[in-house]
Structure formats: C-alpha cells, structure tokens
C-alpha cells in the first residue's frame, strides 16, 4: 500500500509539472471569472441597462459595460501624446534626453531578461548536502509583475494629466488574457529552451505580427516588409537547427520549449493587434496599461487562489529570500521598462525605438552567454546576424516610406503599414 501510495503521489507530481497540465488548469481559472463576467455584460445589454439603470451601482456598471463610447476620428487625437519637437530643445539637451531612454531601456530589459533565465532555470538555497529547487508556478511570476504595473501606472494616471476616458473596461480583458497567457508561456519556456533561442524567437514575431494584422485589422503590408519577414525566418531557421556537440542538455531546443514559444508569439501579436483597435478610443498608452493590468490582476489571482498556489509562492518566497529579491526586482524592471517605452516613443518616435530594443536583444544573447555558458555555433551565429540586419533593415525602410508619404501630394495616401 505504501508503495502504491508513493507511485500514485509520483505521478502526481509529474502531472502537476507537465506544462500543457498547469496551461489547462490556469485556462480554467481564468474560465472561472471571464464566464460570468461574460454572462453579467450580456445581461446588461439585454436589460438596455444603460437607459433604464439607476442606482450607485450606475456609473462602475456603466463605465464598465458601455463606457462613453467616444472614439477618435484619428489615432493621433488620443492614442498617443504629441511626440515632443527637438527645435524647443538644445541639441546637447537632446542627446541627454535619447542617453537617458537608452540606458533606462537597456538597463530595465536586459535586468530583466538576466533574472528571468536565473529565477525559471536555476535552484535556490543549494548546499553541499542539498541539491536545492526550482521555482516552478511561472503564474506567480506574471502576477508579480502585473501588480507593480497597475500600481505604477495608476499612481501615473492620477498625478498627471490624462484625455477622458471612453471605452468599455470590458474590452481591456481580451488584451489582459492574451497577455498574461503570452507571458506565462514565455516564462515557461525557458524550462525547455535556451535564452538566447527564446530571444530570436521573439525577434521573430513580426511574422505572426503581420499575420494577425491581416486577420484582425485587414491591413497591407510594403514589399520590403515580406522581404526582412522571410529573413528573419531564414536567420530563426539557421540559429534552431545549428547545434554544438558540447552544448548543455538544459540548452538543447525541445518540442515543448518550440510549442510554448508558439504560443507566446500568438497570444502577443493578438495582444499589439487588440490594443492597435482599442486605440480608436481616446485614451493614453498609461491608460493602456492601466486597464490592461486590472484584468490581470483579476485573472491571475483569481486562478492562484483557486489552485492554492498564492500561498505556496509566498512560502517559497519566505524559505528563500534571495528569490523574493529576485522577483521584486523582475517586477521593477518590468514597470520601469513599460514606462521607459511611452517616454522613448513620446519623445523620439518608434524607429529610435526599434533600434534601441534591438541592441536590447543582441546585448541580452550576449549577456545570456557569458553569464550561463551557452554556445552558439558558426552557422547559429550568421543566423543571429541575418535576423538583426532583417530588422535594422525594417527601421530604415519604414523611415524612409515615412519620408516619402510626406512628400505625397494631399490626394494620395500610402499603403497602410504595422
């Protein structure tokens, strides 16, 4: 009996560790509260609430069901600030200020990137006589996350200056849910894949990217775009099927890590695509994220508790403090880095944008190998090569397009472009 009681709890465990196991589980937690809130909003509309409601209930119900539905004749009007003018600036100030996004940028993302490889990969409270273990609920990790960027952005909304207001909080949850299920299996991933595998792949969403753009926004796309897409497919491509004979089993590329980045790449070019259409309505990329991390909050503490997995973190937090350092840290440099990305675009645009998160990525591969030991081959490193000279060569010609359509008489318009 007690070797059955040990069987039963070994599969138990293996289950319990199995990826596609805890993705169902986590789906079902969110099923929990996306469900009825679906049922409540249909009610709502039903009802014609909005005209025959009443009460103190009115305005939550209706700011998040109906909202005021006012949306912009253009997404200039409230999607984004006006990008500040150089000429109101000196030059030396200019330089400042791009340093300043730079270093905050790089400083924000590859933090970041280094203590997630170190918190998904490697064990904590390791001794001579202990082997350690593993933090394994990467939902956790999301959560962390998701809290301190509603907190900071909240703070943000209520001590400065935002447009009203306008859309449904309802519609906020389909780019939360994307979100948190993209973030977690990128998290995931690197249980199974190298970081630096994980980095190219994410170099390489622009495909998808485009792909839902035509599904869900029905947009077309430049020549040029096709061609740095098929590049960077050949560079992916020749980075995955490179190996080196002396490379760490834990580094080796597996069917699980390629599914979960998968779905990491999906449920992320769902997100950009459904955050792009909520920009209809006026409102601030801190408003964004604002709405966004409510739902997350919501959804992912909601399925913790459910599981019971809250409190099972918060003890592993407790037996390991060099983890909660970790984690806190992870959160900041999450934040930070949102925050990082309004000013950098507010201020310069998104070409200085896109470079300077390039760089991000090639500094992140090259941190990744000196300070964990991956190796990449001759022909992995032409592939990384080829995927970024793909995407430097995006950011040139979609500035040079940029230059060109505004040069177009009044009665022509370009083709629409990501």
Not at 36 to 43: A, N, R, S, V
Request: glycine share 6%; charged share 15%; aromatic share 14%.
């Amino acid at each position: 009996m007690a070797a059955g009681e040990e069987v039963s709890a070994a599969l138990q465990d293996s289950w319990g560790d199995f990826w596609l196991f805890r993705f169902f589980i986590n789906a079902a937690g969110y099923a929990s509260i996306v469900v009825p809130g679906f049922l409540l909003i249909q009610y709502f509309k039903r009802k014609n609430y909005l005209e025959t409601g009443r009460g103190i209930c009115f305005p939550v119900i209706k700011s998040c069901v109906f909202g005021s539905e006012v949306k912009s004749a253009h997404q200039e009007d409230g999607s984004l600030p006006a990008r500040a003018e150089p000429t109101e600036s000196t030059t030396a100030r200019q330089v400042f200020k791009l340093l300043f996004c730079a270093a905050g940028l790089q400083a924000s993302y590859l933090t970041w990137g280094i203590l997630q490889e170190r918190v998904m990969t490697r064990t904590y409270g390791a001794t001579d006589t202990d082997p350690g273990e593993n933090f394994k609920d990467s939902q956790f990790l999301v959560f962390m996350n998701r809290i301190l960027a509603f907190t900071v952005a909240g703070l943000y909304c209520a001590l400065t200056k935002q447009p009203r207001h306008g859309a449904p909080m309802y519609k906020y949850s389909f780019a939360s849910l994307s979100n948190i299920l993209s973030s977690w299996c990128q998290y995931e991933a690197l249980k199974y894949i190298s970081f630096p595998t994980q980095v190219l792949a994410k170099a390489s969403k622009v495909i998808p990217v485009m792909m839902m753009g035509k599904l869900v926004s029905r947009k077309s796309y430049e020549y040029w775009e096709y061609l740095t897409a098929a590049l960077i497919s050949v560079g992916v491509s020749m980075f995955l099927l490179s190996s080196a004979p002396n490379r760490h089993v834990s580094t080796v590329t597996t069917f699980s890590g390629i599914v979960l980045l998968a779905g990491y790449i999906i449920f992320d070019s769902f997100t950009s695509n459904w955050q792009d259409a909520l920009f209809t309505y006026k409102m601030s990329p801190v408003q964004m994220m604002f709405g966004v991390n409510v739902f997350s909050c919501l959804f992912t503490v909601g399925s913790l508790l459910e599981q019971g997995a809250l409190l099972e973190s918060a003890r592993f937090m407790a037996r390991h403090s060099e983890f909660t350092a970790h984690a806190v840290l992870l959160s900041v440099c999450s934040a930070c880095g949102q925050l990082f990305i309004f000013y950098t675009i507010n201020q310069f645009g998104a070409a200085v944008f896109t470079i300077i998160m390039t760089l991000r990525q090639a500094f992140a591969i090259l941190l990744s190998c000196l300070i964990y030991g991956h190796t990449v081959t001759v022909v992995g490193g032409l592939g990384v090569a080829v995927v970024f000279m793909a995407l430097f060569l995006r950011v040139y010609a979609r500035s040079r397009m940029k230059k060109r359509s505004k040069k177009l008489p009044p009665g022509e318009t370009p083709v629409q472009k990501v």
